[in-house]
C-alpha cells in the first residue's frame, strides 16, 4: 500500500499566483500619461478602452452571492425514499 503525506518539490511553486501588475513596472508620470491615452480612447471606441483596462491592470475581483437576495439559503433535506413495494 502506497505511504501518504508530502514530497519534497511537489506542489505548486510559491508565487505562482502573484499577477504582475502595470503599475509595478512604470513610474507615476507614465501612469498619468497612459491614463491620458486611455480617455482619448475612451472618447473614440469604449470596447478597446476596456479590453487595454483589463489585460493591463486586470479586471478587479467579482464577489459572487450565491444566497437568496443576501439571505443564507436553508439546509438542503437529504433523505433517501425508498419505493414502496
Do not use: C
Not at 469604449?46 to 478587479?60: C, I, R, T, Y
Amino acid at each position: 500500500m502506497a505511504k501518504g503525506g508530502p514530497r519534497p518539490g511537489s506542489g505548486r511553486p510559491k508565487g505562482s499566483t502573484n499577477v504582475p501588475r502595470f503599475a509595478d513596472y512604470v513610474t507615476e508620470e507614465d501612469r498619468k500619461t497612459f491614463a491620458e491615452f486611455m480617455m482619448s480612447i475612451y472618447m473614440a471606441d469604449m470596447n478597446a478602452a476596456k479590453w487595454v483596462g483589463d489585460h493591463l491592470f486586470s479586471k478587479p475581483p467579482q464577489a459572487m452571492d450565491v444566497t437568496s437576495g443576501g439571505e443564507k439559503l436553508p439546509t438542503p433535506i437529504l433523505a433517501s425514499v425508498k419505493p414502496h413495494e
